[in-house]
């Protein structure tokens, strides 16, 4: 299985699109931050912009089931489930994009799984990416954009609307993800590119182009 999926990550080494994801913990700013991007970027050419999990039939109705704080979802479940809602987008919507030359704007991938489901549910960051590297074949973003904010900021942000099942969980969950989205970012600077989200959403979008 092994050399399986290395030949299809070199396949996606080859692609000619450009894969951008934006991350950050629940209220950081990534759907602001996405559509100024998409308005931005568009000028220079068509961009597609996707979610996780969605941006596919399949992994709609996955979100759907994580989404509803009716359901008590089981961690390891839930990391499988992130998986198998991924590999359906990967193998529905980015592969064919990115091997047409897209320019694809991703609200979250793999890195999400690995601070909340390998460090905030105590999975394991390493057995949560071994997961990811079978569902995607290896598939990484081009650049990722990394909205740090204080958790607590962001969870008043998201205010008075509908928390749905992850973002009911306690401060204690968000401070982990943070904190292992900072080793992320610490560990591939290369890829990842810390952006402030405190600043003002035209501040976090000038910085996040110039990251680009």
Do not use: H, W
């Not at 961690?75 to 992130?82: F, N, S, T």
């Amino acid at each position: 299985m092994s050399t399986a999926v290395l030949s299809v990550a070199g396949f996606f080494d080859r692609l000619p699109g450009v894969l951008i994801s934006v991350e950050g913990v629940d209220g950081a700013g990534k759907t602001t931050l996405v559509a100024g991007l998409a308005a931005a970027l568009e000028e220079r050419g068509p961009v597609v912009v996707l979610r996780e999990p969605g941006g596919a039939a399949v992994s709609e109705r996955i979100r759907e089931l994580l989404a509803d704080p009716a359901l008590d979802v089981d961690p390891r479940a839930e990391a499988l489930l992130y998986a198998a809602a991924r590999a359906q987008l990967v193998a529905e919507q980015l592969r064919p994009l990115l091997a047409d030359g897209a320019t694809v704007l991703l609200d979250r991938f793999v890195d999400s799984s690995l601070a909340y489901q390998g460090a905030a549910r105590g999975l394991g960051v390493d057995a949560i990416r071994a997961l990811n590297e079978f569902g995607t074949g290896g598939l990484k973003p081009d650049r990722t954009l990394l909205l740090r904010v204080d958790p607590q900021v962001a969870r008043t942000r998201i205010g008075n609307r509908k928390a749905d099942r992850l973002e009911r969980e306690d401060a204690a969950f968000f401070a982990a993800i943070a904190d292992a989205y900072d080793a992320l970012a610490a560990a591939e600077p290369d890829r990842i590119v810390v952006i402030d989200a405190a600043q003002s959403p035209a501040a976090v979008l000038a910085d996040s182009l110039a990251a680009l």
